[in-house]
């Protein structure tokens, strides 16, 4: 069985670095991004999965479902302009 990591933020410079890291390793490796589409430069052993960070019960049940061993936390706002804007959010 092999061991199974989650980014989300994954479309990020970050992650697509260390999806590809995680990749490398033989991990099974899942993308979590709002966005529809995967960023051009995600590794495609990466397993795309849209869900926003604020959906948390999604985000466990995932998780669970999958048996996820790794969970990296990269989402956020990378606006300067949108932190102020939408607080919340950030």
């Known amino acids: 069985m092999s061991v199974r990591a989650l ?6 410079q970050d992650g697509v670095f260390l999806s590809k890291l ?3 390793k033989n991990m099974e490796v899942f993308g979590m991004s709002y966005q529809q589409h995967p960023s051009t430069n ?9 869900c926003g960070i604020r959906e948390s019960e999604n ?3 995932f998780c669970r479902s999958h048996e996820i061993d790794h969970f990296y936390n ?17």
């Open 7 to 12: 980014i989300t933020g994954v479309n990020g």
């Open 22 to 24: 995680l990749a490398d």
């Open 42 to 50: 995600l590794d495609k052993r990466v397993r795309y999965v849209v």
């Open 59 to 61: 985000i466990v049940d």
């Open 74 to 90: 990269l989402a956020g706002i990378s606006s300067l302009t949108k932190s102020f804007e939408e607080p919340f959010k950030t």
